[in-house]
């Protein structure tokens, strides 16, 4: 019976410790998306045409103990130039950074810039 006991919880462990490997992903930059300039002025898209109001986030409750604010926050950042990126903006202007004990969120719009 001990023996039992001692497997359903060495099972529970091994199972909780290789699924914690995906709770730990982040957001990666697609290849493409590296090409998105993020600007914090707008007089750097003033002229540009207006896409799509984006959020980029990073950061769970159960995770965030796990990854540090520096790859919280590059991986947020990599959300939202990879949403530029699908619909097809080449700018994002931050319009403002909100900073959880959790998770770093941007809030920008995308623009498609042609004389850049």
């Known amino acids: 019976m001990k023996f039992k006991t001692i497997g359903k919880y060495g099972l529970f462990t ?5 699924s914690s490997c995906s709770l730990l992903s982040t957001h990666q930059i697609h290849e493409k998306s590296e090409q998105v300039n993020v600007v914090t ?3 750097q898209v003033k002229n540009c045409q ?4 984006l959020v980029g986030t990073e950061g769970k409750w ?3 103990f796990f990854i540090s ?5 590059t991986a947020s ?5 990879n ?3 699908t619909i097809s903006a080449n700018h994002v202007y931050i ?3 909100m900073e959880f004990a959790t998770s770093v969120t941007f809030i920008g719009q995308a623009y498609s810039c042609i004389n850049e």
């Not at 091994?14 to 290789?18: A, E, K, M, N, P």
């Open 50 to 53: 207006f896409l799509s109001e």
């Open 41 to 43: 002025s707008y007089d």
């Open 14 to 18: 091994s199972l909780f410790f290789i």
């Open 62 to 64: 159960y995770n965030y």
């Open 83 to 85: 949403q530029a990126n």
């Open 77 to 81: 950042m990599n959300d939202l130039k």
């Open 69 to 73: 604010n520096r790859e919280l926050t």
């Open 95 to 97: 319009k403002e950074k």
